[in-house]
């Protein structure tokens, strides 16, 4: 009888352990600066684009300007943009955890809304170029896309991530 | 005694299982009764109306990122000398806005004499900052406040707003920064000889070309919204730049000549008062003629001056009464054509006019035109405009 039980306690232990083992797991990311480059050479007709990402020292910071998300909820982002302030911008957000993929999503959608506000006001003939931005979640991969050629940028994307 | 034992035991079991059954519906009944009393709660926060924030002046963030702040302290230290109170950078900004005023203002200048040298000053000599559209901006740059703007000569549309408030309050005229609904815009009001004008430097700054110099709300209502129960109403047109283009017409067909009169000008926009009686059909039939010029402008780009088509708006003239009719050939028209009220001879002359106007500008500014459409030198149909828009 004894021996049932040290057996019951020894398998109710492992399955404990197994499961804190996976929650403690580190998610791996596809090599952010390796997507970032595959998707701005995917097009030639992006004007000259600044980076910022998580690379960055005030990461966080940098992030509140495209996404209200909570940085710990993050794994990986990166934001590429015009530098003459037109409408073109890049922006890929890694999540730790799938579930938070809807809310980062949400918080580029309200990012969108606020650029084309903004090129309402003060940029009439490039706010029509917002209408075609593509945002879209692949698994913990949350993308926003504002070019031309936004097709040809999400299909770098997307070979990408199928890799990883 | 055996039996009486497993008795006993039976119906302490039973006990126990009734007591734990009571207490379980217990404990379930309360937690429903808070779980009602919270849905209870949302659904009453879901219905409630929200709140709506009341409209200010000041203390109002624009774009998300530019905040209107009062500088009647600086305003009110250069009327009375007194700069005690102010912060250095205050000190610092009177002490530039002080040589900017005494530079451009002579003893003896009007109101609007002086309210035009301030316009003039601030679209010759300001830049727009180009932070403002940058996803992640560069540094602060100050270009939201009148320290910055005149430091470093580049501002965001509350670089203007305030600046120009705090010329216009320096020299005590009345002056508020307006914003519109959406909080993405902000220009002044300014009130002249005891009338409210809208001025958006903001707008005109490059050009100075004033279209949007001394508006009044009807004009301006067509570009944007804002709380007109707590901004006063612009409703004179004495300082509208258009009321000094004032011509006067009999017909509807005079409207060709005086449209290709203004096109290309600095300041194109202008009013008709046509002698004789304005009916309802007589007001459609003038506006259908200068609908007509729209698609053949849209988009045009002549010097300095950006078409974006044209309209015709009937006005009752609030200051000399009557109805006017505003030509505006640099404006948005609303799609209202009217085009069923000309007849098809009428619309054959009329286009002919167009034609030849344009055929005329392609001439004077270089460029060709053909099949309706206008090319510019370099052969390019459409004009790319690169950089801030100025019609806002």
């Known amino acids: ?164 | 005694m055996k039996k009486t034992k497993c008795t006993v035991a039976v119906l302490a079991i039973v006990v126990i299982m009734l007591i734990a059954g009571i207490g379980t519906s217990i404990y379930f009944a309360l937690m429903s009764y808070k779980q009602m009393q919270e849905v209870s709660q949302y659904i009453t926060e879901l219905q409630a109306e929200p709140k709506e924030e009341e409209t200010r002046e000041n203390d109002v963030k624009i774009a998300g990122s530019y905040e209107i702040k009062s500088t009647e302290a600086i305003s009110d230290a250069y009327k009375s000398k007194d700069t005690s109170k102010l912060s250095d950078k205050e000190r610092e900004t009177l002490d530039m806005a002080s040589d900017i005023l005494k530079e451009i203002i002579t003893d003896g200048m009007t109101d609007i004499e002086k309210e035009t040298a301030v316009y003039d000053w601030m679209c010759a000599n300001l830049g727009h900052d180009s932070n403002l559209l940058l996803v992640i901006p560069n540094g602060d740059g100050d270009a939201d406040n009148p320290y910055g703007v005149l430091k470093y000569h580049n501002a965001v549309c509350v670089g203007y707003a305030t600046t120009f408030r705090m010329f216009m309050q320096m020299m005590d005229i009345e002056c508020m920064v307006v914003h519109n609904t959406e909080c993405y815009h902000s220009w002044d009001l300014v009130n002249l000889d005891g009338n409210w004008y809208h001025t958006d430097i903001y707008a005109d700054a490059g050009h100075g070309n004033y279209a949007n110099f001394n508006v009044p709300d009807v004009m301006r209502m067509r570009e944007q919204s804002w709380d007109m129960d707590f901004f006063p109403h612009a409703t004179s047109f004495k300082y509208y730049k258009a009321m000094e283009n004032l011509e006067t017409a009999d017909s509807i067909s005079d409207i060709p000549a005086l449209i290709a009169k203004y096109m290309g000008e600095t300041y194109s926009n202008f009013f008709i008062k046509f002698n004789g009686t304005v009916d309802e059909e007589f007001a459609r039939r003038a506006v259908a003629v200068v609908n007509m010029y729209s698609s053949a402008i849209e988009d045009l780009q002549l010097g300095d001056t950006r078409y974006y088509g044209a309209y015709g708006l009937w006005v009752s003239d609030p200051d000399n009464g009557g109805f006017i009719f505003l030509v505006s050939i640099t404006g948005e028209t609303d799609g209202t054509s009217y085009q069923e009220d000309l007849t098809d001879d009428e619309r054959a002359a009329f286009q002919q006019k167009i034609d030849e106007l344009m055929n005329s500008l392609a001439e004077k500014f270089g460029g060709s035109y053909s099949g309706g459409s206008y090319y510019y030198e370099d052969n390019a149909e459409t004009y790319y405009y690169d950089g801030i828009e100025g019609d806002i």
């Open chain 1, 1 to 164: 009888m004894k021996k049932i039980i040290a057996a019951f306690i020894l398998v109710l232990t492992m399955a404990a352990l197994t499961g804190c083992g996976e929650k403690t797991e580190e998610v791996k990311d596809v090599n952010f600066y390796d997507l970032r480059t595959a998707m701005l050479n995917a097009t030639t007709k992006l004007p000259e684009m600044q980076t910022a990402s998580s690379a960055d020292d005030n990461a966080s910071e940098l992030l509140a300007y495209v996404s209200d998300i909570d940085y710990e909820k993050v794994s990986n982002f990166f934001v590429s943009y015009s530098k003459e302030g037109l409408a073109d911008e890049i922006v890929v957000i890694s999540v730790k955890d799938e579930a938070d993929a809807k809310e980062a999503k949400e918080s580029l959608q309200k990012h969108l809304d606020h650029r084309k506000n903004l090129f309402a006001n003060y940029a009439v003939e490039e706010a029509a170029r917002l209408e075609n931005a593509v945002i879209k979640v692949s698994g913990r991969y949350v993308v926003l896309i504002i070019a031309d050629e936004y097709t040809q940028i999400e299909r770098a994307f997307d070979d990408m991530i199928k890799e990883n």
